[in-house]
């Protein structure tokens, strides 16, 4: 009897498209790939990462947080205009609710000046 697969959620289909030798992983540098393909996922977008081509596959997810690895990340966003989901359009709002702050009674003259 073969056992089924397991569907790969985002974080490891991206950590499977673009790092060299998943299967050497351990438990640790899984846990490692992950949480940085969340902080890329946060950054970009799945959007992003589902167009983007970037030609080789690299060691670590790491490498796309590195000089080297955000410059080619810039190239593939001019290359296909995508949106980054980490713009967001913020609202303004000039309506400015006054409030009163009461004075904290902090000895016995205090208390006897402000009742």
């Keep these: 009897m073969t056992k089924k697969k397991r569907k790969l959620n985002c974080h490891q289909k991206l950590i499977e498209r673009f790092v060299l030798n998943t299967e050497s992983f351990t438990g640790k540098r899984w846990a490692q790939e992950v949480k940085i393909s969340k902080d890329l996922h946060q ?3 799945e959007e992003f990462w589902v167009k983007a081509q970037l030609g ?3 060691k670590s997810l790491s490498w796309f947080l590195s000089p080297d690895g955000e410059k080619k990340l ?3 966003v001019l290359q296909n205009k995508v949106k980054i989901a980490s713009v967001k ?3 303004i709002k000039e309506e400015i609710v006054p409030h009163s702050v009461e004075k904290k009674i902090k000895n016995k ?3 006897l000046k402000n009742g």
């Design 43 to 45: 950054k970009y977008g």
């Design 56 to 58: 080789f596959k690299v």
């Design 74 to 76: 810039f190239e593939i």
């Design 89 to 91: 359009d913020v609202e």
């Design 109 to 111: 003259l205090d208390f």
